[in-house]
């Protein structure tokens, strides 16, 4: 297959709903990711600022987009790990944070915790993560509390009472040292749908209540902390069987059971060549790039009224056309961006060459899905991200007040600056601020 042919069945799907598209993108961003304020600048003295330009420019979005930050302080060389540091502050404004029980506490007792814990690849320390995030003004989030897959060796994993003790042991231990609004938001549960193929698991991972279970022992640790559910690649099977879907199905019953669920992941996985090449594997990821399978499903889990997020994602470079994969990010995150109650995406693998591999059958890094080089120079599709956030969505303009000081507009949300000469002062519009803001300069 040449690169013709994998661009035409690739975008083909985008390419026959292009007036479906247009239609959900543009007014459903310009509806439910925009505001209007009116600002009321005045000086210290009380005398408003009239008849003077004002510059505003946004600052930062509230919408939150991000990537795991598995490679933080991860290559073996100073100037790289310089790259992805400089990187990740550049393009993101949220992180997911590895908390994977195996690595996190691969010797019982011995928690890796603090930032100068053991190095283990691809699982930095939480406070590594979390101290370079404060710096840099990011938002970190959990990944994650139950996730049955990836446990440490030393557990008696048949034994179901033991390892109800000891998962809710690490739940208070976690919850004791990150809880209480540390972070931005915690993971709870982890692809509970996918544990039949996992050849790692305790005895907890086919246990009927498993999942309310966890989500009861989150809801009693974390009370004040956004609570996440996070599943696999879901959205065509949701958009296919609608409320007949295992997802579906499944958050009903927990919402029924009293879950405390705050916000609704599901991950958008396109592993093409992941477990064979990728010309074989085109064919089994393509309803995933099927806009209107895209927008039903999220229709549909959007009718449980709760904020939505895409927890994972993964673009793949198919025969090494860097530019399709840059207009296939384009196309997913315009639609998830314009989907009303979606609050987050997060792109999981930064850099080629560092992703997962589980074993002869699984290598991710076939995929080359990374969004920068194996050296950290972007590639188009983090170029394409950086626009659509920074020029895009994007708000700033010149006004000028009028005899009471006052000027209007319609802006993204987010922080903004006002510069009135060389005084600034900063404010924000969000969905939920007053629409007039008073401003000293």
Known sequence: MNHEEYRKKTLAAFSGAEEEIAAYVAPNIEKYRKGTVKLRLTEKNGKPIAGKRVHIAQQTHDFKYGANIFLLDEFPDGERNLRYRDAFADYFNL???????????????????AANSPKIYRRPAPDLCLNYCREKEIDAKLHCLFYDKFIPDWLPRGNESEMLRLYEKRFCEIAERYGNRQLYEIEVSNEVL?????????????????????????????????????????????????????????????????????????????????????????????PMLDP?????????????????????????????????????????????????????????????????????????????????????????????LKHLFGEVWHTELDLETDASGCADFRGFYGDYEAKVGEKTARFGLHQDAKKITDLTI
């Open 95 to 113: 992180a997911t944070v590895p908390f994977y029980w195996s690595e996190l506490e691969p010797t019982e007792g011995a928690l890796r915790f």
């Open 194 to 286: 996918e544990n039949y193929g996992w050849k790692t698991k305790s005895v907890l991972s086919d246990r009927r209540d498993t999942p309310l279970w966890a989500w009861q022992m989150a809801k009693q640790y974390f009370p004040n902390d956004r609570l996440v559910i996070n599943e696999t690649n879901k959205l065509t099977e949701v958009a296919q069987h609608t409320y007949r879907s295992s997802y579906f199905l499944m958050l009903e019953n927990l919402f029924k059971d009293g879950a405390r669920i705050d916000k609704i992941g599901v991950q958008h996985h396109i592993f093409i060549g992941a477990s064979g090449t990728q010309e074989e594997e085109l064919p089994k990821f393509l």
């Open 292 to 384: 209107k399978a895209i927008i039903k499903g999220l229709q549909i889990l959007s009718t449980f009224g709760k904020p939505l997020e895409i927890t994972e994602v993964t673009i793949p470079t198919l025969d090494g056309d860097e530019w399709l994969q840059a207009e296939l990010l384009r196309h997913m995150y315009e639609i998830w961006f314009a989907t009303p109650q979606m609050a987050s995406v997060i792109y999981w693998n930064t850099a080629d060459g560092t992703a997962y591999t589980g074993d002869a059958n699984w290598n991710e890094n076939n995929v080359c899905a990374g969004l920068f080089h194996p050296d950290m120079t972007p590639k188009p599709a983090a170029e394409m």
